[in-house]
């Protein structure tokens, strides 16, 4: 069965630092793969997505991710983290069954 | 801008209660989608839907049920709420032809069953 394994449950950083969020899949094929932000007491909102193409996906808010097939990975990036960027995110697949599996997220925290 | 919306943010209920959560988008979108938010466990999805009157169980169905009568409306059903419900409830929606790759979400309902 699909599955999506985001190993860290709770991040810290300090303002301005980088910032990589671990994702890794389960699946056979070709992935579709996602990530979402939810900001406290929010829904989710996009910030990029995987389909083919070029590994180094650009998204919303300064954000990328890499899709490395060879470690069926998709970790999140961003270069320089602000205070706002602190809220949960989650990294999906789109399984066989056509539809999306997230991960249990990774709760990011801020420190000015 | 896409919009989903839900009836409630906040939602208090008690046990054995009939509790009926509403979610409508305007984006024409053919499918939509509840799922079950818990901490540590993210997103399982309930039931979703790819047409007006249709349905079908997604991960978790058990104690809840659908109604899908408009296109742009999902409601989401718990015949007697527990306690074991009580829960983030969020409602998204996809367009039809990329089955659920792209979801829109709504901000959530938080449910409270005592």
């Known amino acids: 069965a699909q599955s999506v394994t985001q190993p860290d449950i709770h991040i810290t950083v300090s303002e301005g630092a980088s910032l990589e969020l671990r994702c890794n899949y389960s699946y056979g094929a070709t992935p579709y793969l996602f990530w979402y932000v939810q900001s406290p007491g929010q829904g989710l909102q996009l910030l990029l997505k995987?389909?083919?193409?070029?590994?180094l996906v650009q998204g919303i808010k300064g954000f990328e991710a890499e899709f490395k097939r060879s470690q069926s990975s998709f970790n999140l990036r961003k270069p320089s983290v602000h205070w706002s960027d602190a809220a949960e995110y989650f990294c999906a697949v789109v399984g066989n069954t056509d539809k999306l599996i997230f991960g249990t997220g990774t709760r990011l925290q801020v420190f000015p | 801008d896409v919009k989903v919306t839900q009836s409630s943010r906040y939602l208090v209920k008690r046990t054995g209660e009939k509790v009926f959560l509403e979610c409508v988008q305007d984006?024409?979108?053919?499918?939509m989608f509840w799922y079950r938010q818990d901490p540590g466990l993210g997103l399982r999805l309930i039931y979703f839907?790819?047409?007006?009157?249709?349905?079908e169980k997604g991960d978790i169905p058990e104690g809840y049920s659908v109604s899908r009568e408009k296109k742009e409306r999902f409601s989401l059903i718990l015949e007697s709420a527990s306690t074991n419900q009580t829960a983030m409830y969020l409602c998204?929606?996809?367009?039809?032809?990329?089955?659920?790759?792209?979801?829109?979400f709504g901000p959530g309902t938080r449910l409270t069953v005592t």
């Open positions: 998204a929606s996809s367009l039809k032809g990329a089955p659920s790759y792209e979801q829109y």
């Open positions: 984006m024409d979108h053919e499918n």
């Open positions: 839907s790819y047409d007006v009157k249709m349905k």
């Open positions: 995987y389909f083919s193409g070029d590994t």
